[in-house]
């Protein structure tokens, strides 16, 4: 069981997507304001298991529930 503290950079790397600062700033730059009718699983830029990955990380409260929460917070800014 992985029980190291994740973070922005460890969920970016683990969806499979560039996890500097500047990609993880440019990636929610682009996609930003994600409208409050969109659950964050559901956003039109994710691969299927990009959200599915999310999907079962929210719905199973498991251990990358807090850091999908604050990405999903980032989003609607």
Do not use: N, V
Request: proline share 5%; glycine share 6%.
């Amino acid at each position: 069981m992985d029980t190291s503290k994740h973070s922005l950079q460890t969920l970016f790397e683990q969806l499979g997507l560039p996890s500097g600062q500047k990609e993880i700033e440019d990636f929610i730059g682009r996609y930003s304001p994600l409208p409050s009718e969109i659950a964050i699983q559901d956003a039109p830029f994710w691969s299927e298991s990009q959200s599915q990955f999310l999907e079962e990380g929210l719905e199973e409260d498991s251990d990358w529930a807090e850091i999908i929460d604050e990405l999903d917070a980032l989003l609607r800014h």
